[in-house]
T-cell receptor, first 112, second 118 residues
Framework: LAKTTQPISMDSYEGQEVNITCSHNNIATNDYITWYQQFPSQGPRFIIQGYKTKVTNEVASLFIPADRKSSTLSLPRVSLSDTAVYYCLVGDPPGGGNKLTFGTGTQLKVEL | GAVVSQHPSWVICKSGTSVKIECRSLDFQATTMFWYRQFPKQSLMLMATSNEGSKATYEQGVEKDKFLINHASLTLSTLTVTSAHPEDSSFYIC??????????????FGDGTRLSIL
């Protein structure tokens, strides 16, 4: 399983765009990139998943460069409720019978 | 869609007691379920992987006789912490995934069970 590296913490203000970058230098050809969000005392919540280029859904965008050695989760116009831990995971393929290895995650703190 | 329900959400019991935690996929059939443990301020640690109708696969260092996992149906997996001791106190989280549309689907997580052993 490819190892991931993320910033331990980030601070932002309401209304700003937040970009969290994850490094995964030894990502394998079949690996997908998945991001989860976790609030205290809750299970992680799936945010977005991608393999290459750009993926967008109703809550976030995921940017993956051509070499796939990193990825960036973009949260547009964050609010206080986006304060949480964000995990970047790399696995082949997503879900199913394949294990996920959680790294340390990024603690995002959004203030007024 | 893709709702995973975990019960109970919180339990306190005396040392030596066995505790059963249930994990249900409410609106999909889970071919695989996973059990994680999370200590305060730490990340999730995978304990075991279970496929319906077969024995669970435990991660290195996880005692299979201590943490009994049963995955008897495509919508239910249980984790039983046998003869629990204070060091077993933790946040236990399950997840479930399925095979749909010709591909594996992302894991969806329950809201966890806070276990406190006195």
């Amino acid at each position: 399983l490819a190892k991931t590296t993320q910033p331990i913490s980030m601070d932002s203000y309401e209304g700003q765009e937040v970009n969290i970058t994850c490094s995964h230098n030894n990502i394998a050809t079949n690996d997908y990139i998945t991001w989860y969000q976790q609030f205290p005392s809750q299970g992680p919540r799936f945010i977005i998943q991608g393999y290459k280029t750009k993926v967008t859904n109703e809550v976030a965008s995921l940017f993956i460069p051509a070499d796939r050695k990193s990825s960036t989760l973009s949260l547009p116009r964050v609010s206080l409720s986006d304060t949480a831990v964000y995990y970047c995971l790399v696995g082949d393929p997503p879900g199913g019978g394949n294990k996920l290895t959680f790294g340390t995650g990024t603690q995002l703190k959004v203030e007024l | 869609g893709a709702v995973v329900s975990q019960h109970p959400s919180w339990v306190i019991c005396k040392s030596g007691t066995s505790v059963k935690i249930e994990c249900r996929s409410l609106d999909f059939q889970a071919t695989t379920m996973f059990w994680y443990r999370q200590f305060p301020k730490q990340s999730l640690m995978l304990m075991a992987t279970s496929n319906e109708g077969s024995k669970a696969t435990y991660e290195q260092g996880v005692e299979k006789d201590k943490f009994l996992i049963n995955h008897a149906s495509l919508t239910l997996s249980t984790l039983t912490v046998t003869s629990a001791h204070p060091e077993d106190s933790s946040f236990y989280i399950c997840s479930a995934s399925s095979w749909s549309g010709g591909s594996n689907q992302p894991q969806h997580f329950g809201d966890g069970t806070r276990l406190s052993i006195l």
